[in-house]
């Protein structure tokens, strides 16, 4: 073991002109800026090499003695970095220095000028646990990938990005007639029967019995090329139906991102870093891929020699991309800048780049020369790096974004005190047509939050589908350009840029949107988009008839507010306007069983609202009065006089009733008296509340029931409830005793 000199140990002159000479040679000759922290650490390792422990004190010694002998100049960024000219460097000869210099300023955090609100919610947005594909990538426990063999990663490579439509190829699947010939099955010439000898062979296994190259480690360029090399299909180690298999769900879950967010999160991956989370030893090595490069697959004919379908892989025409959630994992948590992607170039010229640069670092790590087609995900990443700090600056200008985080605490408008706004009365608006036109459907409060909108305010707008959210979005959009504004219009789902879109269309404003969503945002498609739109600048003119369409429209909207005046305006001295008795003429007629005719007053043109309480009332009066003469029950049906059509009564006919409700009345006296004497006699007390028609039947029982005879047992008689005396009768019945 070497001994560590002590860290507090000062250096030697001779170190001292040694590290002198390190930072030299660490900081680039053309004037590119070297952060400080950056320049240390790399520093700290090349000591590291030679056992010398450089302090922070010596460090920023040093740097300021070269910086007062002019060989170093000091950067007026906050974090102090330092650059140098020196027209005999050479970037040849330090060519392992400088190749990922672009990205040295990628180490440096920059001066956080951002609240601490927004940095919280911007740290949500970034995930670098081994959840993270682009961080922790499994070969092994899913389908949702394809790996590739036998390829050479820049022709591979350049055959996509050229345009070049190609094809995966699977491992042949073995004939009967060679599994016999490899032992795998035993055929018996007696019987003419096949059995199995051993399990069926694996693709890579039989890819090897083939004579095919199966390692997932690619060749690299330096072999000889081959024909197989050359030609449009890309070798896969899967039989024809597992990598059918493969590729559709690849297939589908890419044109679902596409069609649901607009989004392409299929790659295909050049070059994968085996690195380690831990910092002190390899104990959670993980794969994550390099390069990344945007294709597409599309599915083609119906293969008869395979009985599968074939899928094509076309390279999109986006930008190529690193990975970027490696790129911050390794800044973070270990201070390594991992290259960028430049312009033109190829993979092995970027594996060497990680190598100079990563490995370099990192020694105990491995590259592996792999290429999977897999989904990955970029999308709240890049609003991550969007919200980097010292570029959100106009996002910070913005009200509403310093309402949202914190920063103030407007009050809200009077009109908006309860969480919701008050919509305008629109017909009183002045140049309603000019500073608020609309080219689709809208009802009063659509059309208030397209004022609102207008006059800049900020608002919410919610509702369940349907209720004309997209054609307020439409109008809002027409009435911006109107007055000469751009909007960005954001959405989760394609499907909602394209129901707007569409609507924009029709109205002839569709040279007018930009479509930068999904396979539309490729260079290619948004420069051809732009530049039809810029051979149709000049042919779009004021439309003649808009004038008279807007008369027409006023003519027609005077005519549907008299028509709503008067239906709202009191009807002579009422009190109730047209709409409120027309309302209530309804509500009376399906809630009573009457002509609503019956009960019209007989000069009801000159009634008041007084008039028509009072007899309102009269006619209340006698209701509630017939319903207390009706009983409890309330109900007509059990009224005294219900039936009586008879609307007055002579006086000798009154006497006569009288006479014999007074009858009656003794009838039921007399009836009353007998009932109770029956219930002491019968010595059942339900006997005193029968009504008149249940004595009748009590009365006819009895006369019916035959006198003892004297052999009666009488206590079995008292044993007899209703569920017996019921069976008793039946058995009767049956026997012939009594009748049916």
């Not at 119906?302 to 094509?312: I, V, W």
Request: glycine share 6%.
């Amino acid at each position: 073991m070497t001994a560590q000199p002590p860290a507090n140990r000062p250096l030697a002159v001779n170190e001292r002109t040694l590290i002198q000479d390190w930072i030299l040679e660490l900081v680039p000759g053309d004037g590119a800026a070297v952060g400080n922290k950056t320049l240390k650490q790399r520093l700290d390792h090349r000591a590291e090499l030679h056992d010398i422990v450089v302090t922070d004190e010596d460090y920023w010694s040093l740097r300021e003695d070269l910086i007062a002998l002019g060989k170093l100049q000091k950067g007026s960024g906050r974090g102090g970095s330092v650059f140098r000219f020196d027209k005999n460097w050479k970037a040849d000869r330090q060519q392992s220095e400088v190749d990922n210099q672009s990205s040295w300023e990628d180490l440096e955090e920059p001066a956080s000028d951002s609240p601490e609100s927004l940095e919280k919610l911007r740290s949500r947005l970034l995930d670098l646990s081994a959840r993270n594909r682009l961080l922790n990538f499994s070969h092994a426990r899913s389908k949702r990938f394809a790996r590739i063999i036998d390829e050479l990663p820049d022709q591979l490579f350049e055959s996509l990005t050229s345009e070049q439509t190609m094809r995966f190829a699977p491992v042949p699947e073995p004939t009967e007639r060679q599994l016999i010939e490899q032992g795998y099955l035993k055929y018996d010439e007696q019987t003419g029967s096949v059995s199995e000898l051993k399990k069926p062979p694996t693709a890579e296994t039989w890819a090897q019995i083939l004579g095919m190259e199966t390692s997932y480690e690619l060749p690299t360029g330096s072999e000889d090329p081959c024909d197989k090399h050359a030609d449009d299909a890309i070798q896969t180690l899967y039989y024809p139906s597992e990598l059918e298999s493969r590729l559709q769900i690849l297939h589908t879950q890419s044109r679902l991102s596409l069609d649901e967010t607009g989004a392409n999160i299929l790659y295909l991956a050049f070059g994968f870093l085996e690195w380690d989370e831990s910092l002190v030893g390899k104990n959670s090595a993980r794969l994550a891929p390099l390069m990344l490069l945007p294709v597409r697959l599309e599915k083609g004919k119906l293969n008869p020699k395979t009985a599968t379908f074939d899928y094509e892989v076309v390279y999109t025409g986006e930008d190529i991309l690193t990975n970027l959630s490696l790129r911050e994992k390794l800044r973070r948590d270990f201070g390594i800048a991992l290259p960028r992607i430049t312009e033109d170039l190829l993979p092995e010229e970027y594996f060497a780049r990680v190598r100079d640069t990563v490995l370099e670092l990192k020694p105990g790590w491995n590259l592996h020369r792999f290429a999977s087609l897999g989904l990955f995900e970029f999308g709240k990443l890049m609003m991550y790096l969007d919200l980097e700090p010292g570029k959100n600056q106009a996002i910070l200008q913005s009200s509403l974004v310093q309402r949202l985080i914190g920063l103030t605490d407007s009050e809200r408008p009077e009109s908006t005190a309860s969480g919701f706004s008050s919509e305008h009365a629109i017909d009183e608006l002045q140049d309603v047509h000019q500073n608020y036109p609309l080219i689709d459907d809208a009802d009063s409060s659509q059309h208030s939050a397209l004022v609102d909108v207008m006059r800049g305010e900020d608002l919410v707008i919610e509702g369940p589908p349907g209720t004309g959210k997209s054609q307020t979005i439409t109008n809002m959009i027409s009435a911006a350009m109107a007055q000469g504004k751009k909007v960005l219009f954001v959405a989760e789902k394609r499907a909602a840029l394209e129901v707007v879109k569409n609507r924009l269309t029709r109205a002839g404003l569709g040279d007018f949107c930009l479509e930068l969503h999904s396979h539309k945002s490729q260079k290619s498609a948004v420069a051809t988009s732009i530049g039809q739109r810029i051979s149709n600048r000049g042919s779009h003119r004021q439309p003649r008839q808009l004038n008279d369409l807007i008369n027409n429209y006023e003519r027609l909207k005077q005519q549907l507010n008299e028509h709503v005046r008067q239906l709202h305006a009191l009807h002579a001295s009422t009190g109730l306007t047209a709409h409120q008795i027309l309302m209530q003429a309804t509500r009376l007629r399906e809630s009573l069983a009457i002509r609503p005719t019956d009960f019209h007053p007989a000069n009801a043109a000159n009634l008041d609202k007084n008039q028509i309480h009072e007899q309102a009332g009269y006619f209340a009066h006698i209701y509630t009065k017939t319903a207390e003469e009706a009983g409890q029950t309330g109900q007509l049906e059990t009224h005294p006089w219900f039936g009586c059509t008879k609307t007055q009564i002579s006086g000798l006919e009154q006497s006569d009733i009288l006479r014999q409700l007074k009858n009656a009345v003794t009838a039921l006296d007399e009836l009353n008296v007998a009932r109770t004497q029956a219930s002491g006699e019968l010595q059942t007390a339900e006997v005193a509340t029968f009504s008149p028609d249940a004595i009748r039947h009590l009365a006819d029982a009895l006369s019916a029931m035959p006198m003892p005879k004297g052999d009666e047992d009488w206590d079995l008689i008292n044993r007899l409830d209703t569920a017996s005396c019921e069976s008793l009768q039946d058995w009767l019945v049956g026997m012939g005793v009594l009748p049916r």
